[in-house]
């Protein structure tokens, strides 16, 4: 039986992001006794949405002593439940929602050893608990609180992960001071549960203020805006799907190279029957019939199943695409582009 105290964390996990909810179960308790003490997770029940000094954080707990509490912060920051940052020479602190965040924090150091695998088998059993929780005929609530607030969760606004091509993303990359890199998430899982993709791994990216964190507990390594444009040109020549997952209200800006073999959030974008609702999805591809000379090599880098023939000529799904841009790394006659997606006109289809 775990300590009642875990309980406090679903509406403070919740309260920060439901893009990965925290739901009650069995397996959820199994997760959070494995990654937070008790005293830790009350610390974490009591922290404030967003940013809070030492002081304002002990407030919250019956005996906070700010001394004692700094330094079980720091071991929180360094376990990756929590973001520490700098404002006017003070350090404040910001509890992370599950993802982006407290998931991704346990992986990406791409370390193999006994808890890792752990960690990654308590996370597999939660996902399917939780999915299954979801999918039930009485979901659980989402509304989170934490002191002094409480958040009904808005899903349109909620969901913010942004599907990027490649150039656009090398632009971003030139314009961002720190950038670090970390192993992928979901096949490091893959490979810690016995099943390795055959994708690279070594491109999960933070960038901004976020990176500095990362790389300065030990998360990510720094590397440069070339490395940077040099690893995505990898991952665009693999097949990963560029996705971003930013907002001024989470922590970080995580910039992934997914493939739905093991990722979980891009499995579930190719199997909607909306994919490009699915995501922020700003661009569709297009097909210069000229140029096409019907080789068919762009339809299997499609992981949306966007591109097909009809009657000798590549034709596009508008609804499936998600304006990935991988499938022109393919083309030998540059016959594909990418153009702004006219979202309003987009027609459903049953
Ligand atoms: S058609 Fe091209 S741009 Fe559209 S989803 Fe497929 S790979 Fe991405
Ligand atoms: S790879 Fe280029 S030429 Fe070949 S079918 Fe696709 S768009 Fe046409």
């Known amino acids: 039986m775990a300590d009642p105290v875990y309980e406090k964390l679903i509406p403070a996990l919740n309260a920060r992001s439901t893009a990965y909810p925290a739901v009650k179960c069995d397996e959820f308790f199994d997760l959070v006794s494995f990654l937070f003490t008790p005293e830790e997770a009350g610390i974490f029940a009591a922290m404030p949405l967003g940013l809070a000094t030492v002081e304002e954080i002990a407030e919250n707990l019956p005996k906070g002593d700010p001394k004692k509490l700094a330094g079980q912060l720091e071991t929180m920051a360094d376990k990756g439940l929590i973001h520490i940052r700098e404002r006017d020479g003070k350090k404040v602190y910001e509890a992370l929602p599950f993802v982006p965040g407290i998931t991704e924090f346990q992986l990406m150091r791409g370390i193999v050893d006994d808890r890792h695998r752990k960690i990654a088998s308590l996370l597999r059993d939660y996902s399917r608990a939780m999915i299954k929780a979801l999918m039930s005929a009485t979901p659980p609530s989402l509304e989170g609180h934490a002191p002094g607030k409480k958040v009904v969760v808005d899903k349109e606004v909620e969901h913010k992960t942004t599907i990027v091509p490649l150039d656009e993303l090398k632009e971003l990359i030139m314009k961002t001071d720190y950038i670090s890199v970390g192993t992928c998430i979901c096949r490091h899982q893959g490979a ?3 099943k390795p993709s ?10 901004g203020e976020s990176a500095q964190f990362a790389t300065e507990r030990g998360f990510t390594t720094r590397m440069t805006k070339e490395e940077a444009i040099k690893r995505l040109e990898e991952a665009d020549e693999a097949g990963l799907i560029h996705t971003f997952a930013n907002s001024p209200d989470l922590f970080t800006n995580l910039l992934c190279n997914c493939y739905k073999d093991l990722c979980m959030f891009i499995r579930g974008v190719a199997r909607s029957p909306f994919p490009n609702m699915s995501v ?10 000229d140029d096409c000379t019907a080789c068919e090599a762009c339809i ?7 591109l097909k023939m009809e009657d000798g000529k590549l034709v596009r799904d508008e609804i499936r695409c998600i304006g990935c841009g991988v499938c022109m790394w393919a083309c030998p006659t540059d016959a594909l582009s990418l153009e702004p997606r006219p979202a309003s006109k987009i027609p459903l289809k049953a």
Not at 280 to 289: E, G, L
Not at 300 to 306: H, I, K, L, V
């Open 192 to 194: 810690l549960l016995g």
């Open 198 to 207: 055959t994708k690279p791994v070594n491109n999960c990216m933070v960038l």
């Open 280 to 289: 922020n999805a700003r661009w569709v591809i297009k097909i210069n019939a």
């Open 300 to 306: 299997p880098r499609c992981q949306m199943d966007a």
